[in-house]
C-alpha cells in the first residue's frame, strides 16, 4: 500500500523557516517524481514544486520560487520542503504526493497533509 | 500560465441522480493532459480522471471523464452518497506551472 507521511509543519513567525519532510512507503519511492501541493484554508488547490526521481529537474511555481527549496533522499525514502522567508499567504495545508510518470503526469497518491501557519 | 475555470460553483443534486460537472481551460491543453480530483472534508484530493478520460484505479465506472481543447466533462451518471465532496480539474502539460481550477462542491 502506498503511503506518504508529511511531518514537519506549525506556527511560524512572518520571515522564518520551516522545514517540511514527507516519508514515503508500500513504492520504489527512487522511481518516481514528487510534487508538494498546498490548500490555504478554505481554498482551493495549489501545486508549489516537483522534483524528478534523480532530482534532475526541479520546478517551482512563481509564488515560491527564490523562497523554498524541494530536495529529496532516496536512500531514506524522503522528499523535503526547506520554505524560508514566510509569509501570511504561505499559510496552508502542504500535500507531499506521487507523480505517476515524467512531469507532465498527475499526482496519484497524496499524503494526509502537515498543517503550516504563518502568523505573528 | 493555463487558467482552469470550472462551473458551476456548487451542484445541488440528489442521490440517484447524473452530474455534470465542466472545466474550461484558457488555452488548449496538450494530449488532454487533464485530470479530476475528488476531496471530501478533512482530507487529501484522490485522482479519479487522467488524460481527460481514464479512470484511476479504483474508480468505478459510474464517473467518466470527457473532452479535448478547452472544454473537458466530469460526468457521473448515478450518484452515490459517497460522491457528495469537492471536485478539482488540473491540467498538467508539458511546460510549468500545473494548475488546478477553484472547485466544485457537489451537495445533497
Known amino acids: 500500500e502506498v503511503q506518504l507521511v508529511e511531518s514537519g509543519g506549525g506556527l511560524v513567525q512572518p520571515g522564518g523557516s520551516l522545514r517540511l519532510s514527507c516519508v514515503a512507503s508500500?513504492?520504489?519511492?527512487?522511481?518516481?517524481?514528487m510534487s508538494w501541493v498546498r490548500q490555504a484554508p478554505e481554498k482551493g488547490l495549489e501545486w508549489i514544486s516537483y522534483i524528478s526521481s534523480s532530482s534532475n529537474t526541479i520546478f517551482y511555481a512563481d509564488s515560491v520560487r527564490g523562497r523554498f527549496t524541494i530536495s529529496r533522499d532516496n536512500a531514506k525514502n524522503s522528499l523535503y520542503l526547506q520554505m524560508n522567508s514566510l509569509r501570511a499567504e504561505d499559510t496552508a495545508v502542504y500535500y507531499c504526493a506521487r507523480v505517476s510518470g515524467v512531469y507532465y503526469s498527475p499526482e496519484d497518491y497524496w499524503g494526509q497533509g502537515t498543517l503550516v501557519t504563518v502568523s505573528s | 500560465e493555463i487558467v482552469l475555470t470550472q462551473s458551476p460553483g456548487t451542484l445541488s443534486l440528489s442521490p440517484g441522480e447524473r452530474a455534470t460537472l465542466s472545466c474550461r481551460a484558457s488555452q488548449s491543453v496538450s494530449n488532454s493532459y487533464l485530470a479530476w480530483y475528488q476531496q471530501k472534508p478533512g482530507q487529501a484530493p484522490r485522482l479519479l480522471i487522467y488524460g481527460a478520460s481514464s479512470r484511476a484505479t479504483g474508480i468505478p465506472d459510474r464517473l467518466s471523464g470527457s473532452g479535448s481543447g478547452t472544454d473537458f466533462t466530469l460526468t457521473i451518471s448515478r450518484l452515490e452518497p459517497e460522491d457528495f465532496a469537492v471536485y478539482y480539474c488540473q491540467q498538467y502539460g508539458r511546460s510549468p506551472p500545473k494548475t488546478f481550477g477553484q472547485g466544485t462542491k457537489l451537495e445533497i
Open positions: 508500500g513504492f520504489t519511492f527512487s522511481s518516481y517524481s
